[in-house]
């Protein structure tokens, strides 16, 4: 029996230490009195003492010893590291964390070696104590930290850039902007992120940015166009536009930065008082997109010009309130006053109004103006406010929808019989983009089918599919992300074909294809409108047909599918057109 005990327990320490060596975990026990009973041999990894410590019977304060002698010093907060440290005192404050129920550390072991220290005491008195490296772990969040500053570093210099620039994915969607980017089109980038240049710019000028991106992201050859742009608020930029293509294969990413030398530039060059010319551009400028919007100028003038001079002009500093329920009014007044350094918010109406006045009287925040929405209900009970702000009511005549129905009212006067037009205008429905619709048999060849196709799809791989094939077959085509982006595209391309999908969001295949069909029996004219299901049930044909389109087709599609619909319909029909 005597014989067989020391052979068990030898066993059961191999097992242990063999368990230490497959976690890469260092072990030590100590019984109640302080006295060393197992050690792993990993230990000896994490400090460089001498092997003999570290046998059973060894006292805790003797190892704690030998661990300072060999230099270590773990247990010291930061700032009392470069002081000298007292071989006594760290012992017993080693011994003092080493006596409580649980000790949890994260230590740091010379200049680059973390260890996680976890003590447990049981309630036998023994002591179980665990090092595990963590330095793999350190380093890599250190990593982190760093990439993560300088990601921050790095956008808050791109924000910064007086240049526009902007980065685009290998499927030409924005995945980055920057200020100056943004202030071309007058948005913010939650209006760009996500989305392609086909929904900020005009289909011709999208074709043609587009058309840059891919041949430098297929070819990898950098891009550069001089051009003048119009921005959203209607002044001239002037810039030299370069591309280059940078990431990994399969990873690619177009980075395009807009050099902006207006300040350089009148017309084709600018000229130094002695006649030499600063800025030489062969061919000039080449003009670009205009972002100006005519209508959103034509609203911001109405409500400005209802404001007192001063008002508008010396804001700077003041803090302006909005009371309105019209959303256009709201964001055109307040990012007038942002933009001329005011502090301005919007409320919906008066409860929301005087629920502000009062928690503004409390804090002891002085408001300098409230202007108020006549159409907002009862609007009268703010201007007699306790609070003395003083308040100036603007009319919402003519902003959002009721500055279309105006242009409406116009054109239905015009068409009148006193008006030389009015067999050619048309009325628009006041929710679609304003236009002038004239007789389209009267149109240049030019204007009528100057597309082919026009492909209604939201997925974008199925876009790219209808793209591939397309292209293979030498059709030209455009992509429309939703019903509505649909109709507006087919108002301005006049396609020989329409391929609709069924099922996208903001309007669905069924609504565009009304809304199609309804303008089309102001001109007389029929576009082909085939549509694309995911599914051949018998309803969804059914539908198809009522909304008064020609044909369907199934998807997954297929370049033999879509040249037999092309040829049943679009080809038809421009060898009518020529004949």
Known sequence: MNDVAPSDAHIRSGMFEAACDILAAAVIVYDKNDRLVFASRQVLRYF?????????????RDVLGAIFDSGVRYGISPDQRHKPVNREEWISARISAHWREQYDAVERLGRDRW?????????????????????????????????????????????TLPSPMVVKDRNLA??????????????????????????????????RIEASDRSVLETGEPYMLAEHIIRADGSDLYVITRKYRIGAPGHHAIVTVMEDVSAFVAGERAMTDEGDALLRVPGG?????????????????????????????????????????????????????????????????????????LHAAEQGIVLDLVIVDGDVPD??????????????????????????????????????????????????????????????????PAAVGDVEVLVAEDNQINQFVFSQILEGLGISHRIAENGEEAVMLWRKHQPRLVLMDIAMPVMNGIDAAKEIRDAEKLTGTHTPIVAVTAQALNVDMQNCMDAGMDDYIVKPVSPEMIEAVYRRYAARKQEKSVA
């Open 115 to 159: 260890i996680h220290f976890r003590k447990r005491r049981l309630p036998s008195g023994y002591n179980v104590t665990t090092f595990v490296d963590i330095s793999e772990q350190k380093k890599q969040e250190e990593q982190w930290r760093l990439d993560l500053e300088r990601i921050a570093l790095t956008e808050e210099i791109l924000e």
């Open 285 to 357: 400028f080449v003009p670009a997109q205009n972002c100006f919007d005519p209508v959103r100028d034509a609203e911001r003038r109405l409500l400005l010009d209802q404001l007192n001079r001063e008002d508008v002009t010396a804001v700077a500093g003041k803090r302006v309130l909005v009371v309105t329920g019209n959303p256009r009014i709201e964001e055109i007044l307040v990012d007038e006053f942002k933009a001329k350094d005011a502090d301005s918010c919007a409320v919906h109406s008066v409860r929301e109004c005087q629920a502000f006045l």
């Open 48 to 60: 460089p003492i001498p092997a003999e410590t570290l046998v059973p019977g060894t006292r805790l």
């Open 379 to 444: 609007h009268a009970a703010i201007r007699n406010n306790a609070y003395g702000v003083p308040v100036t009511v603007i009319s919402a005549e003519g902003i959002g929808s009721d500055f279309m129905r105006v242009l409406v009212e116009e054109h239905e006067l015009l068409s009148e019989d006193t008006s030389p037009l009015g067999d050619i205008l048309t009325p628009v429905p006041i929710s679609d983009d304003w236009y002038i619709a004239t007789d389209i048999t009267t149109m240049l």
């Open 174 to 207: 924005y995945i980055a902007v920057n200020r100056a980017f943004c202030a071309v089109y007058g948005t913010d980038p939650d209006s760009i992120l996500g989305r392609t240049v086909w929904a900020l710019a005009d289909a011709e000028s999208a074709d």
